[in-house]
């Protein structure tokens, strides 16, 4: 059982949404305790049958300031690559959650933060916040998929311009860049995201999970493997009689009760 007020993650329900909050001060760096703990929770939301959603946020000013970079200097060829391939596969587990999730980015998204958000199917981001991999600045490179998600997600220029330099960028450039969907004014991501969340909610929970899996599937595939694969869950779709609903509500002119 999950302690849901335990550091360094905590969980806190609102309505169908879970906030999961990194809360390793002072800038709630990515320790091994701090994976942990994070693998720990998304054990409890796949496990949990009424939550739709999923916020990820920082606890104080801070959204995640990176790798605890102590932990580089015990870290031999072979340590070093297990390690990396931890990180990476929690920043997979949480891209493979069925339901959505919300990167509220409050604060500074450095390293292992950037790359985390990144993981989220959606970023917003508080005006004040700032993203980069500052990696190269300490002899390394991103290792928890930043050079995999980047590169994928801006302009190649921009993604190498960042991971060659280190240096951060502001969340108006995220978002001009087409890393982050939106920029919050001062104090107000969190409360954003969940308004987001309950949007989402109230949508076709079977429609939001099929929309994953299409998208994730077409990342990985041919543009003709990734059309089939879409025809398929729609056509699982039109088994259930949600969508008679929802087009009998759109003639009624009413929200569907899904």
Do not use: W
């Not at 109230?202 to 429609?207: D, F, I």
């Not at 398929?232 to 088994?239: I, S, V």
């Amino acid at each position: 059982m999950f302690n849901e007020d335990s550091k360094p993650v905590r969980l806190k329900t609102v309505d169908s949404t879970v906030v999961l909050t990194i809360d390793n001060p002072p800038v709630n760096a990515l320790s091994m305790e701090t994976l942990n703990a994070i693998d720990h929770a998304l054990d409890h939301i796949a496990a949990a049958n009424d939550i739709k959603s999923v916020v990820i946020t920082g606890a104080g000013d801070t959204f995640i300031a990176g790798l605890d970079i102590k932990i580089l200097l015990s870290l031999s060829e072979v340590s070093g690559r297990n390690f990396m391939q931890r990180g990476q596969a929690i920043m997979q587990r949480i891209a493979d959650l069925l339901i959505p999730t919300i990167a509220a980015v409050n604060g500074a998204a450095l390293g292992g933060g950037s790359e985390l958000a990144l993981a989220c199917d959606i970023r917003l981001a508080d005006i004040k916040s700032r993203f980069g991999f500052p990696e190269i600045n300490l002899g390394a490179m991103p290792g928890f998929g930043g050079t995999q998600r980047i590169s994928r997600m801006v302009p190649l220029g921009k993604a190498y311009e960042m991971l060659y330099t280190g240096e951060p960028i502001t969340a108006e450039e995220a978002y001009r860049i087409g890393m982050i969907n939106r920029v919050v004014p001062n104090g107000q991501v969190l409360n954003e995201a969940i308004k987001l969340t309950e949007k989402i909610a109230s949508k076709r929970q079977l429609g939001i999970q099929a929309i994953k899996r299409a998208v994730g599937l077409g990342l990985q595939l041919s543009l003709r493997d990734g059309l089939a694969a879409e025809a398929e869950l729609l056509g699982q779709l039109c088994k259930g009689e949600d969508i008679s609903e929802g087009v009998k509500a759109f003639f009624e002119k009413r929200s569907p009760a899904f």
